[in-house]
C-alpha cells in the first residue's frame, strides 16, 4: 500500500489549515525518505515537509495554491507511480459536517435510484449521497475532480445550510458555545469550509459593531485610482484576528516607569570590548541593550513567580520557566519567536538565538513550535526613536514590555543636577492573571536589574 504524505507537526498544534506553495517533486519521480517533497504556508510561515519513505511519488491530491486542511493527505508514495492503494481515505471529510435531516424511506429510495443507476459508475461517501438525495442533485452530474473518482461532501459545493455546512470541529465547537448558526457563517476555508477564523470575526461582528471589513464597501469612501489595494495574506489576518480577540476578551492594564540606564550601558561596552575576535578580524559577538531586557524580564518573571502567569479560562498557569516571545517585525506581518528558559541563558546565548530567530523569521522559515506559547513577551521599538508607547498583550500571554528609546536627560541627584540616559518602560498586565500589585512587583524588579546589571549578571 502506498504511503500518505501528510503535513502531521509541521503544521502546528494550533494550526487548521495551510497553502500548498510548491511541489519538489513530480508524479513518477523517485523520492528517499527525508527529501523534501513539499512545502507549505502556515499562516505566518513557509514550512518544509518531508517525504515519509524512500518510493516513487504516486499521486497528488492537493495543488500549488490551494489550501489545506492539516488534517488532509497532501499525496501518496508508492512503489511505482500506478501505486495508489491508498488513495481510497476520506482526505479531510468529518461526516459531522453534513446535517441531513434523518433518513426516511423517500431519502433511502432516492439514495439506492442514484447507485443503482444504469450507465452510471458514481462511487460517493455516505454523507454526500444523503445530502445529494435530500438537495434533490443528481450525483451523476457531479464534477468528479478527486484522484479516485470518489464523490465526497464537499463536492457538492452548491448545497448550503441544513443539507451541508463544511466546518472544522473546532468552528463547531467555538460556535455552539457561543450559541452562534454555524451554517450563517461565510467560510474562507477550503471550498467554503468555516474554520476558526470565520467563527470569531463572526463573533467580532456580534459583540463590536464594526466598519464595513470589505474593501468593496470601504473603497465608496476614496476617488477611484486614489489608493492601491494590497490583499491581506495569511499572516496578517492572523495578527489582526488575534489582536482584536486580545483587546475585545482580554483586561489590559498599564504600568509605566523611567528607567536610568548609565551602569547597563557601562557593562554592555565593558562586555563587547573583551569579545575574541575571529580570523576575519571582527568580534565572536556583540550583546545588544535588547539583549540585557530580554536577560532583564525573565530574571524578573522568576522572582516574581505569580506574574509569570498566563490566564487559562478556569485557572491561571504558573510557569515554572521565562519563556519571552520577542517581537519581531517583518514586511506584511509580526513573528513573535520564543527564547524557552530564558533565565537560564547566558548574554551571549541570548543574542545569538535572538539573530537566528530575527533572520530566519525574515524569511519565514521558522516552525510553529519556535512562536507558539510562551508566558510574556518583550516589545521595542526604542531602535526606532519611539519614546513611549503601550502593547496588546499576545494571548495566552499574562504580560508584555514595551521598550522606549534612550536619551540624554537632566535629573537631580544629592542636590545636584546630573546628565543621565534613561528609558520609558510600560508593562501591560491581563488583570485576570496579573493584578496591579503584582505588575508593580514586576516593574519594580525589572528597573531594579537594568539599573543594577551586575545583580542580574551574578544570577546567570
Known sequence: MATQITIGSAGGEYMEAVVVLEWAASIGDIVNEGDLIVTVETAKAATEVEAPCDGVLSAVFAEVGTEVPVSEVLGLIGEDENDTDGANIDQGEDETNAAPAPSTPEIEEQINA??????????ASPAARLAAAKAGIDLRSIAITSPTGRIKLRDLGGVTGDVVTRSSPLARRIAQDAELDIASIAGTGTRGRVVKADVELALTKAVIPAPATSHDSTSMMFEDGSYEVIPADGMRK????????????????YLTADVKLNAMLKARAGINAIAPMDTEGKPTYKISVNDFIIKAWALALQQVPQANATWAGDAIFLHRHSDVAVAVAIPGGLFTPIVRKAETKSLRQISAEVKDFA???RARKLSPNEYIGGSSSVSNLGMYGVKHFTSII???HGTIISIGAGEERLYPENGEVKFGTFMTISV????????????AQLMAVFKMLIEQPLLMLARG
Open 114 to 123: 442514484v447507485n443503482s443507476a444504469p450507465d452510471t459508475r458514481v462511487i
Open 238 to 253: 492572523t495578527v489582526a484576528a488575534r489582536l482584536t480577540e486580545a483587546k475585545r476578551d482580554v483586561p489590559h492594564f
Open 359 to 361: 533572520a530566519r523569521a
Open 394 to 396: 499576545n494571548p495566552p
Open 428 to 439: 501591560s498586565c491581563d488583570h485576570r492573571s496579573v493584578d496591579g500589585a503584582l505588575g
